[in-house]
């Protein structure tokens, strides 16, 4: 099993930032690729910002230049780290870990529980 735990969502001013954590635990043998995903009302949930284990990172246009993605492998832990917030990023974010677990043969995808990030004045 592999369990995903997000932390640091909140309700944020317009222009403030935050900075989600995801943490990885369980019957790990390896971390692939780690993402962010958001969910906002009405919307289909979208690719936030990835980064492989080599630590090459992308993300969608709308957040270049105000978010930035990493990660500690020692920990097992993402980071998404949010400036500049803009109403329009209000969502749920969801952290994504492509994962090997002990004893399997291929990584699959796990996913944590969310994280509600509200920007509002």
């Known amino acids: 099993q592999v369990q995903l735990v997000e932390s640091g969502g909140g309700l944020v001013q317009p222009g403030g930032s935050l900075t989600l954590s995801c943490a990885v635990s369980?019957?790990?043998?390896?971390?692939?690729?780690m993402a962010w995903y958001r969910q906002a009302p009405g919307n289909q949930r979208e690719l936030v910002a990835g980064i492989t284990s080599g630590g090459s990172t992308n993300y969608i246009d709308s957040v270049k230049g105000r978010f930035t993605i990493s990660r500690d492998s020692a920990k097992n832990t993402a980071y998404l780290h949010m400036n500049s917030l803009k109403p329009e990023d209000t969502a749920i974010y969801y952290c994504?870990?492509?994962?090997?677990?002990?004893?399997?043969?291929?990584?699959?995808?796990?996913w944590g529980q969310g994280t509600q990030v509200t920007v509002s004045s």
């Open positions: 994504n870990a492509n994962s090997l677990t002990l004893g399997s043969a291929s990584p699959r995808n796990y």
């Open positions: 369980g019957d790990i043998f390896r971390i692939y690729a």
